[in-house]
């Protein structure tokens, strides 16, 4: 059996400016899955950069609310909510709450850092 604890998984600044750790990859740990599983942190008054995944993606809100876009819709999100990101969309979030906005990001396949391209590398 397998059991990653998040605060296990080094904590590293993505390409997309989030708080990123990866806690489930087929390269990196002893499981035969085809996706990955990643928790990111965008802190308050943050915003990830916008970017490009090749891959679908789906963010799955732990806590926090903010404001997600993808390609030229934007919708608020919060806690408990799974929002669908499809291959090629444009995509960006933004904390618009009083505390960390804390997601899991699942990206099947799994993510690759040539299958990412980031927009705006402010």
């Not at 998984?9 to 990955?36: F, N, Q, W």
């Not at 404001?67 to 990101?85: F, K, L, P, W």
Request: proline letters at 5%.
């Amino acid at each position: 059996m397998l059991v990653r604890d998040v605060k296990d998984c080094t904590e590293i600044i993505a390409g997309d400016k989030t708080i990123l750790r990866e806690v489930l990859h087929p390269s990196s740990s002893d499981v035969h899955i085809g996706y990955s599983i990643a928790q990111a942190t965008v802190q308050v008054g943050g915003t990830s950069a916008p970017h490009q995944m090749k891959t679908s993606e789906v963010y799955y809100i732990l806590e926090g609310a903010g404001r997600m876009s993808i390609n030229e819709e934007h919708q608020e999100v919060s806690t408990g909510q799974a929002i669908y990101i499809p291959p090629n969309a444009i995509q960006y979030i933004k904390n618009t709450g009083e505390h960390d906005l804390v997601f899991l990001c699942i990206v099947d396949p799994a993510w690759k850092p040539e299958d990412e391209i980031i927009l705006d590398n402010k």
